[in-house]
Every structure is written in structure tokens, then in C-alpha cells.
């Protein structure tokens, strides 16, 4: 489209008194913008208005604004049908540099270049509209507790369900439990299980398939085709998002130490196999069927193990109690045990805990108990750490092992360890030097990916997206994880869980629907283009791609699947060809702000440093410390990226040979706690940026020019120190000698 740019200042804030708005005005003026206007309050519904009425009457459409961060008041700056861009004037200019320096006015005016030389290049997105229809159906594959209702929750808001359990009835593991500590606490009560199952069976907006499998999942938000297995016959369904809850395994008790005792007396069983055999019927001595007076539980068997299951499974404490008051309630003079490393019963589980303190319970704390058994006695010896003393439990009817939770997915052959034709087994390796994810062949979703057939098992296995930022989100768009799946949780967490990941499966329908990205870029109508005819089939977009959002053809072309695009250009980085591009973000639109800057020549002693910061930690760590009023370096000109992973390193070269004295990456933290937003990105600019000495070898430049440090959003106190401290290397190296070229 034709642009007529319009440029508006806001002078409240500080920021009229900080810079000279009306040079500014010239500079936006001598840069083809032929509207120009400030305003006291530009956010204020007269702020607002002002620019609404250069719309209607002056034929903008394409606004640059000047005023606070684009983090916030982005309701109030969204015009439709124009492009806009926001320059950062109040918490990274005015509250960050001295009031009237020269530094600052120099700050600002090469901030409005970039922004100008960005919105040169901008286009309006358009969304994505897939050849086939979408649809808003949901796939939840699991009727157990968190499945069922994830269903019940879809079915509820008004959509459609397609709900797959692979054994005959409802219920999932839960089916097992007889009977359940509900919160608040007063007394035990039957499961929830048969009342869902029922719910279930005569909604009539939930299609059931019992006794069946999904043998293939093609596709991506709102245009899975999904293909389901039962008795031999199949059946397809068209769906838009995905709950996966197919709900967890015991731990398997003969992987366990020998010296807790398990397979050397029968009287020697685990948590699962009492509830199995115990639930509602008289709880015996497995050896003889003889009632039991003499009871030992012991925490944690297997768990919280860095040899067997690293994590707590949350839930073992509190069953632990509720078969130490069910023993109690059979036999009230029998002698029961809880031998525990920490107990865990938070919140209104406390209740129960107290309860067995009360019926006689005795609790012994103990790091490392270790069971002895002799013939037919069987006994306990444990260190008690509140007495200071070693205890036997002797003559014991029944030891009972806390096993803990092992997710569904996590079972199944590691396919990255898997040969390909002509290749060794444990030898693959792609051209990134990143670590493969892991996926397993679990038979769960079967999905048609080059990247693999199931969701990736990240830390323990659990499949969920970031374990901080997005509860649910797996690494494929459009699939949820959700109840003991995605981490070890009990029945009322598992009942938020799978309400919770249901919400999400309906966001993800509706913006699909719309054609925007679901998360965490939610509602960006943009997604990568790309020029095919420059393509080199060299892969690195499709391996790169944390979510699995391209695919390859036969002959290596990158098979783009948009719905599937969460928009952070990792691909965009990735590509040394320079082929994919959005709308509103390239390579060459990045290029164009750096070259936008104006660098002073060498004897005015004023270096400039390009920060490309990730836009969802390190930016955010920026405009806290402009909040906070700490100075920062007056040399930097910060740059937002979607993510790091989005960095093409032609960026650093453009900067360098512009003359530009340096280059600091601000990216999330990566690793097994990793803070990126798109799982990698921080992790793959680190990976490329080692490689870019080859590039400053040809400039004949420093290594040290270049630096890249993991920022947190709680980093800010720090931020300036870092900044200033790169200032001072660079002053030690010296100037750019591209300077003024």
C-alpha cells in the first residue's frame, strides 16, 4: 500500500522535559513523515482521538509513536488496518538518561530513525487462511480423571469432543482407587470416577471410543485430521486442538534398591498393589491372608532419586497417610509407621496428616531406612532423625514401598537412538550442535512430523512446553498436556489441570480460526513466507524449529505448516540463504534500523553499541530499570527481536561494518531451567554466535566486540553494571576502524 506516516510524540511523563520534542519533529519531518504531532497526554482518549482523526481526515496509515514502552498501552495505540510501531521515549530514554545531554537527545533521535526505517519496510499482515476448513472440534486422548473432564469442560463451553481411552471402560488409573481424600478433609469418601464416566456417557456433545487407539495425527491447529483404531475398524475426525491426558504408571518396583526389600518376601509390596488389593477389602498379610497389626509405609521408594525418579511424585505422602488410617480403622490397636524423608501434605491434606497423628500413627523421619528380611519376618531399620537414634521395626505384618509417578509418554524406544538405514545407532547427529530432543515411541499420538510421533519428553519426561510461562502449551501448537502427564499432581489439582488445558484447546480453535498465533505471541496475523525458488534444501529451518512447525518433502524443500507457527522467527535466523521474512519482520527490516543509527565519528568519543534484546525477557528487564530510575549506558541503541533464535548473523556484520563499536545479545536463560519463551532460541544465538569469528576475522575486528549474556526479566538491579562494564571493553579495544566509512 501507499504510506502516509504520521509521527506523534507524547510530552507527559517526563519525556518533554527530558528531550526537544520539536527537533525531533524536524528529524521526523526530514525522514518523509508529513504529519507530525505531539500531545501532553497521547494516551489519553485525546491523545487518542488526535491520531484517529489524521486517520479519517489526513489518510494516515502508516503511525509512529512516540511515548511509552510497547509493553504497555497497546490497547489504546491499536489502530486497524494501519501499521504502527512504538519508540521506546519514556522508560528507556527519559528515565534512563540525564534530562537535556546531549547523549540523550542523540538517544532519542537515532530510536526515531530506526522506527522510521522499520515501518519503510512494513507491510500489514495477513492471516492465514488454510485450504481446508477449520474446525473447532476437540481430540482429548485419555478417559481418565483429567481426560474425562477436559472433556466435560470442552462440552460444556459448547464445543464438540472426540475422547479416546485405550481400555475398554472409563477411568484411567484412577478406576483402581476405592476411595479418595477430598479436600477439605473430613473423611474419607468414594472416588470420583463412575460419576464423570457416567457425565461422559450422556453428553451428547462428546463422540467416546473405548478400547481404542489414535494410529495417526496429521496436520496442525485447526486442521488435524486425526485417525482412530477400535475393534479393527477405523474412523477419521477432523479437530482443531488437542488435550493429551493418557495419565501416568507406578514406578516399577523391581528396578528399586534391593535393600528395600521388594521381591524378598511377598509381605514386601507397594503403595499401588495395597490400594489394588486393599482398597475396600479387608487388608491382610499377603503370605497367609492373616490380619495385620504391625505396619510399615516408607516414603519415597524410588523418588526424589537421581538413580531412579529425580522429582517428588507429589500424591505418595498423602496415600501413604490414608492407608495408615485405613489399617488404623480396621485394627485401631495395630502398630502403624510412616517412615518419611519430608512429609508433603500441603494445604487441607494437613487435615489427614493430623488425623493420623491423632489415631496413633507414629511418623519416623528417616533419610535412608533399609529393610531386613529374615525367613518369613521382615523388619525395618531406620536412623530417626528427630530422636538421634537408630530403631528397628520388627516383626512386621506388611511393608509398603511409595512409589512414585511415571508419566505415560515416557514409555517406548528413544527414536534419536534409533539407526536410520546405512547409520550406527546413538550417531546421529544434525548440523546444529544442540542436543536432539527425545521422543519416544509411546503410541499416543502418532503424529506425522519430521521431527518425530509423539510430543518431545523434556525434563523427567514430562512433556510440557516451559515450565514456567506456559502450563499446558507442549512443543507442538495445538496440543495440551494435561493432569498426572504433565507432572505429578493430585485429584484436585488434576481436576484445575484438565479444565485449564481445555481453555486453552479453545483459544487455540478461536485464534486459529482467525488466523493468528496462539501462543505466546497470541493474536500476531503474521507467519514466515518463503521465496522457494533461492531455497538450498539445507534443512536448517526444519531442524531448528522447536516446534515442529515445518516438515520436509521428498526431495528436502521445507513444507511450511503455519497453523502450527508460533511466530518467533527461529527459521527466520536460521536460514543463510535470507529467504523467510514476515510481514512486519526481516532480516532486512532488522539490518535497516541498525543501519538507521548515526555513529559519531572517532574523535567525538561516543561509541555506539547495538543491543538486540529478546523481546519477552531482556526488553522487559530494560523498561524495569527505567522504571526504577537506573541510568543506563547513554552508548546503547537496543534493538527488539521476536526471540534471540531469531538473529541472523548478518545483523552483527551489518552493525560492524557500519561502524558500530559493538554487538551485545540479551537472551533468556537456556539449559534444563530454561527461561526462552521458544524453548531454544536463547540457546541457538549462543550456538551461532560462536561461530561468528569467521565473520569478524574478515573485518578484520575483535572477537570481543561481540558478546551474548542471559538476561532474566529479574535482572534489571544488574543491567546497567553489564552494560557499562561492555562500554569500558570497548574503550579498552578502541574504536571501530570501519568507523566513518
Known amino acids: 500500500m501507499d504510506k502516509k506516516i504520521g509521527v506523534y510524540f507524547c510530552t507527559g511523563c517526563g519525556i518533554g522535559d527530558a528531550l526537544n520534542i520539536e527537533q525531533l519533529g524536524k528529524l521526523a519531518s526530514e525522514e518523509s513523515a508529513p504529519v507530525c504531532r505531539n500531545h501532553s497526554t497521547l494516551c489519553s482518549p485525546e491523545g487518542a482521538e488526535l491520531i484517529r482523526k489524521d486517520i479519517s481526515d489526513e489518510g494516515v496509515n502508516t503511525i509512529v509513536i512516540g511515548a511509552c514502552s510497547p509493553r504497555v498501552m497497546y490497547d489504546v495505540f491499536n489502530f486497524e488496518n494501519c501499521i504502527v510501531d512504538r519508540v521506546n521515549l519514556r522508560e528507556q530514554v527519559a528515565w534512563t538518561q540525564p534530562a537535556g545531554a546531549e547523549d540523550t537527545q542523540m538517544m532519542a533521535e537515532d530510536y526515531l530513525r530506526m522506527a522510521m526505517a522499520k515501518v519503510t519496510a512494513m507491510e500489514l499482515p495477513v492471516p492465514y487462511k488454510p485450504e481446508q476448513e477449520i474446525s473447532k472440534d476437540i481430540l482429548v486422548v485419555g478417559g481418565g480423571l483429567a481426560g474425562m473432564t477436559s472433556a466435560l469442560e470442552a462440552a460444556k463451553a459448547g464445543y464438540s469432543v472426540v475422547l479416546v481411552e485405550k481400555e475398554k471402560e472409563l477411568g484411567g488409573f484412577q478406576k483402581k482407587v476405592k476411595q479418595i481424600a477430598v479436600r477439605p478433609y473430613k473423611e474419607?469418601?468414594?472416588?470420583?470416577?463412575?460419576?464423570?464416566?457416567?457425565?461422559?456417557?450422556?453428553?451428547?456433545?462428546?463422540?467416546l471410543y473405548t478400547g481404542a487407539t489414535v494410529e495417526k495425527t496429521?496436520?496442525?491447529?485447526?486442521?488435524?485430521?486425526?485417525?482412530?483404531?477400535?475393534?479393527?475398524?477405523?474412523?477419521?475426525?477432523?479437530?482443531?486442538?488437542?488435550?493429551?491426558?493418557?495419565?501416568?504408571?507406578?514406578?516399577?518396583?523391581?528396578?528399586?534398591?534391593?535393600?528395600?526389600?521388594?521381591?524378598?518376601?511377598?509381605?514386601?509390596?507397594?503403595?499401588?498393589?495395597?490400594?489394588?488389593?486393599?482398597?475396600?477389602?479387608?487388608?491382610?498379610?499377603?503370605?497367609?491372608?492373616?490380619?495385620?497389626?504391625?505396619?510399615?509405609?516408607?516414603?519415597?521408594?524410588?523418588?526424589?532419586?537421581p538413580n531412579h525418579l529425580p522429582y517428588c511424585s507429589t500424591v505418595c505422602c498423602t496415600t501413604s497417610v490414608k492407608h495408615a488410617l485405613q489399617v488404623k480403622a480396621q485394627n485401631g490397636n495395630a502398630n502403624v509407621y510412616v517412615v518419611f524423608k519430608e512429609m508433603r501434605t500441603p494445604?487441607?491434606?494437613?487435615?489427614?496428616?493430623?488425623?493420623?497423628?491423632?489415631?496413633?500413627?507414629?511418623?519416623?523421619?528417616?533419610?535412608?531406612?533399609?529393610?531386613?528380611?529374615?525367613?518369613?519376618?521382615?523388619?525395618?531399620?531406620?536412623?530417626?532423625?528427630?530422636?538421634?537414634?537408630?530403631?528397628?521395626?520388627?516383626?512386621?505384618?506388611?511393608?509398603?514401598?511409595?512409589?512414585?509417578?511415571?508419566?505415560?509418554?515416557?514409555?517406548?524406544?528413544?527414536?534419536?537412538?534409533?539407526?536410520?538405514?546405512?547409520?550406527q545407532a546413538d550417531k546421529k547427529e544434525d548440523e546444529l550442535a544442540i542436543p536432539l530432543d527425545v521422543i519416544r515411541r509411546s503410541n499416543l499420538l502418532n503424529l506425522e512430523y519430521r521431527q518425530?510421533?509423539?510430543?518431545?519428553?523434556?525434563?523427567?519426561?514430562?512433556?510440557?512446553?516451559?515450565?514456567?510461562?506456559?502450563?499446558?502449551?507442549?512443543?507442538?501448537?495445538?496440543?495440551?498436556?494435561?493432569?498426572?502427564?504433565?507432572?505429578?499432581?493430585?485429584?484436585?489439582?488434576?481436576?484445575?489441570?484438565?479444565?485449564?488445558?481445555?481453555?486453552?484447546?479453545?483459544?487455540?480453535?478461536?485464534?486459529?480460526?482467525?488466523?493468528?498465533?496462539?501462543?505466546?505471541?497470541?493474536?500476531?496475523?503474521?507467519?514466515?513466507?518463503?521465496?522457494?525458488?533461492?531455497?538450498?534444501?539445507?534443512?536448517?529451518?526444519?531442524?531448528?524449529?522447536?516446534?515442529g512447525a515445518i516438515n520436509e518433502d521428498e526431495k528436502g524443500n521445507p513444507m511450511p505448516q503455519p497453523t502450527r507457527c508460533r511466530r518467533c522467527g527461529v527459521c527466520m535466523g536460521a536460514c543463510p540463504e535470507r529467504i523467510i521474512s514476515f510481514k512486519n519482520y526481516s532480516v532486512a527490516m532488522i539490518g535497516n534500523m541498525i543501519k538507521a543509527i548515526e555513529v559519531p565519528e572517532e574523535d567525538a568519543e561516543k561509541p555506539r553499541i547495538v543491543v538486540l534484546a529478546c523481546e519477552n525477557d531482556a526488553y522487559p528487564a530494560l523498561d524495569m530499570a527505567g522504571l526504577r530510575r537506573l541510568t543506563n549506558n547513554p552508548w546503547i541503541r537496543v534493538v527488539p527481536l521476536r526471540c534471540l533464535g531469531s538473529m541472523n548473523l548478518v545483523w552483527i556484520a551489518d552493525a560492524l561494518s557500519k561502524g558500530i563499536d559493538g554487538v551485545l545479545l540479551l537472551g533468556c536463560k537456556h539449559g534444563d531451567d530454561y527461561q526462552c519463551h521458544f524453548i531454544r532460541g536463547s540457546e541457538l544465538s549462543s550456538i551461532r554466535l560462536s561461530k561468528v569469528s569467521e565473520t569478524l576475522n574478515r573485518l578484520a575486528l575483535e572477537s570481543d566486540r561481540v558478546r551474548f549474556e542471559n538476561v532474566s526479566i529479574v535482572d534489571y538491579e544488574t543491567l546497567p553494571a553489564l552494560l557499562d562494564e561492555f562500554a569500558n571493553k570497548l574503550i579498552e579495544i578502541g574504536a571501530n576502524p570501519f568507523k566513518g566509512w
Open 188 to 207: 474419607l469418601q468414594n472416588g470420583l470416577v463412575e460419576g464423570l464416566a457416567a457425565e461422559v456417557a450422556k453428553n451428547g456433545k462428546i463422540k
Open 452 to 547: 518425530g510421533p509423539e510430543v518431545p519428553a523434556l525434563r523427567h519426561d514430562f512433556p510440557d512446553s516451559h515450565f514456567i510461562c506456559f502450563p499446558y502449551e507442549t512443543r507442538r501448537t495445538g496440543i495440551y498436556a494435561a493432569g498426572c502427564v504433565r507432572r505429578p499432581m493430585n485429584i484436585g489439582t488434576a481436576l484445575e489441570d484438565a479444565a485449564g488445558a481445555a481453555m486453552k484447546a479453545i483459544q487455540c480453535v478461536e485464534l486459529t480460526s482467525r488466523g493468528a498465533a496462539v501462543h505466546p505471541r497470541a493474536g500476531d496475523q503474521t507467519y514466515p513466507e518463503f521465496a522457494m525458488q533461492r531455497c538450498t534444501q539445507c534443512k536448517r529451518c526444519t531442524v531448528e524449529c522447536p516446534f
Open 347 to 423: 494445604g487441607q491434606s494437613e487435615d489427614l496428616y493430623r488425623k493420623a497423628q491423632e489415631s496413633g500413627v507414629i511418623f519416623i523421619r528417616c533419610q535412608d531406612p533399609e529393610v531386613k528380611v529374615e525367613g518369613e519376618k521382615v523388619s525395618v531399620a531406620a536412623d530417626d532423625e528427630m530422636l538421634g537414634e537408630k530403631v528397628m521395626l520388627e516383626n512386621l505384618d506388611l511393608v509398603v514401598l511409595a512409589t512414585g509417578m511415571v508419566p505415560a509418554s515416557s514409555f517406548g524406544q528413544d527414536i534419536n537412538k534409533e539407526p536410520k538405514p546405512g547409520q
Open 218 to 305: 496429521s496436520g496442525g491447529p485447526g486442521v488435524f485430521k486425526v485417525t482412530i483404531k477400535q475393534n479393527g475398524t477405523q474412523a477419521e475426525h477432523d479437530v482443531g486442538a488437542i488435550v493429551l491426558a493418557p495419565g501416568w504408571q507406578p514406578y516399577d518396583p523391581a528396578k528399586l534398591d534391593a535393600k528395600l526389600g521388594y521381591g524378598a518376601s511377598p509381605n514386601v509390596i507397594t503403595n499401588t498393589i495395597f490400594e489394588e488389593k486393599f482398597g475396600t477389602a479387608p487388608i491382610a498379610r499377603p503370605s497367609d491372608g492373616k490380619n495385620v497389626s504391625s505396619v510399615a509405609f516408607l516414603q519415597c521408594a524410588g523418588s526424589r532419586d
